[in-house]
C-alpha cells in the first residue's frame, strides 16, 4: 500500500523488472494507454525502450493478434494491458497468453477499473498476471494513492523497488484510509455501487448515441465512456470546458486516430462513479445526456445563455442527491 500515486508505483515495476535500455510493451497513450506505459515523453519511454499496440479503426478495441505479433517481433521484457481511456473490459487471459509465449512480465495496470474489480462488475486479472498495479481512488473511491500486488515470487523485488528504491518514508496517514477503503470495497453496499457504476455508464450511453455522439469501440463495458466529437463539429476542449461551466465535469481526451493535437484533442472522457456515489440512478441518465447535448451545441455557437440554465438545471438536480459525507449548502 505504500506507493506514493499510480506512475510511482508503476516505476517500482520497471525497477524490480528491467534495466535501462530493455524493451517494455504498452498500450499507445494516443488509443488509450497511459504515459508510464513506455510513452515517449514519459521517463518510461526515455530510459527504456517502449514499443506500443493500439486499437483498430473499425471496432476501437485492442486487436490481441497485433499484440502478439508486435510482441513476437519485440520480444518485450515487460508487457502492460490497460489504459487510462479503455472503455471495453479487458482481455487479462488473453494478455497472460502472450506473455507466456514471449517470456515477458505481465502487468495489470487496473488503476481505473480497481473498484469494479473490487465489486464484481469487471473480470479480475489476479488468475492471469504476474503483477496488479492500480491507484486507490478513481472507481476504488479511497484517498489518492496507489498499491502493488503480485505473485510471491515477485514480492521482495517489488518491495525493494518501492523502498529504498524509489522512496523515502512512508505517508501513514495514506496507507491508513486505503485500508479504510478496502474495507468499504469489501461490503455489500460496494458491490451494488460497483454494478450500478456499470449500469450507468451503459445507459447513458446509450441515450448519448440516440443523440447523434460517437462513442469510441461504440459503447462501454465499464464507468467510462470515450466520445468523439468530430461530427458535432466541436473540439473537446472546448467542448470539455463549456460543460464545467455548465456543472458538469469531464476532461477533454484524444481519441485513437485523433487527428487534432493531445493538448487540444478531438474527444471528452466521462465516468459515472461520481454520479453513482451521490446515489443517482440510472432512470436520471437521459436527463444527464441531454444536458450534454445541449452544452455541446452551445459549446459550438456559443450561446452561453444555454450553458447558464443547464448549470441551474444541474444544480437543482444534484440538491437532491448530496455528495456523501458533504454538508448540503
Not at 515477485?154 to 478496502?182: E, K, M, S, W, Y
Not at 478531438?266 to 446515489?279: H, K, M, V
Not at 450553458?307 to 441551474?312: F, S
Request: aromatic content about 6%; hydrophobic content about 40%; charged content about 20%.
Amino acid at each position: 500500500m505504500q506507493p506514493y500515486s499510480g506512475s510511482p508505483a508503476n516505476l517500482a515495476v520497471y525497477l524490480a523488472f528491467l534495466k535501462p535500455g530493455d524493451t517494455v510493451l504498452g498500450m499507445s497513450l494516443p488509443m488509450g494507454g497511459h504515459l508510464t506505459h513506455g510513452w515517449g515523453v514519459s521517463a518510461t519511454g526515455t530510459w527504456f525502450n517502449g514499443v506500443q499496440y493500439g486499437v483498430r479503426r473499425d471496432t476501437g478495441r485492442v486487436d490481441l493478434d497485433e499484440v502478439r505479433d508486435l510482441a513476437l517481433a519485440e520480444r518485450p521484457k515487460l508487457i502492460f494491458c490497460g489504459g487510462t481511456a479503455v472503455p471495453r473490459e479487458i482481455d487479462f487471459a488473453g494478455f497472460a497468453e502472450i506473455a507466456r509465449e514471449v517470456g515477458a512480465v505481465l502487468v495489470a495496470d487496473v488503476a481505473h477499473i480497481a473498484g469494479l474489480i473490487a465489486g464484481g462488475a469487471h473480470p479480475s486479472p489476479a488468475p492471469h498476471v504476474d503483477v496488479v498495479s492500480t491507484t486507490t481512488h478513481k472507481t476504488l473511491r479511497g484517498p489518492r494513492g496507489a498499491m502493488l500486488l503480485s505473485r510471491a515470487e515477485h514480492a521482495r523485488a517489488l518491495d525493494r523497488a518501492v523502498f529504498p528504491g524509489l522512496q523515502g518514508g512512508p505517508h501513514n496517514q495514506t496507507t491508513a484510509a486505503i485500508g479504510v477503503a478496502l474495507r468499504e470495497a469489501a461490503t455489500p453496499d460496494f458491490r451494488t455501487y460497483a454494478h450500478d457504476v456499470v449500469t450507468n455508464a451503459r445507459t447513458l450511453g446509450e441515450e448519448l448515441a440516440v443523440r447523434g455522439f460517437d462513442l469510441v469501440s461504440g459503447g462501454t463495458d465499464n464507468h467510462l465512456l470515450l466520445i468523439d466529437l468530430t461530427n458535432k463539429d466541436v473540439p473537446g476542449k472546448t467542448a470539455a470546458k463549456a460543460l464545467d461551466r455548465a456543472g458538469i465535469v469531464v476532461n477533454y481526451n484524444t481519441v485513437p486516430y485523433d487527428p487534432r493535437k493531445p493538448f487540444d484533442p478531438s474527444g471528452i472522457r466521462i465516468g459515472t462513479p461520481a454520479l453513482t456515489s451521490r446515489g443517482i440512478p440510472a432512470s436520471e441518465m437521459a436527463t444527464v445526456a441531454n444536458w450534454i447535448d445541449r452544452v455541446v451545441g452551445a459549446a459550438r455557437t456559443g450561446d452561453e445563455s444555454t450553458v447558464t440554465a443547464v448549470r441551474a438545471e444541474v444544480k437543482a438536480l444534484m440538491d437532491g442527491y448530496p455528495a456523501p459525507g458533504l454538508p448540503v449548502a
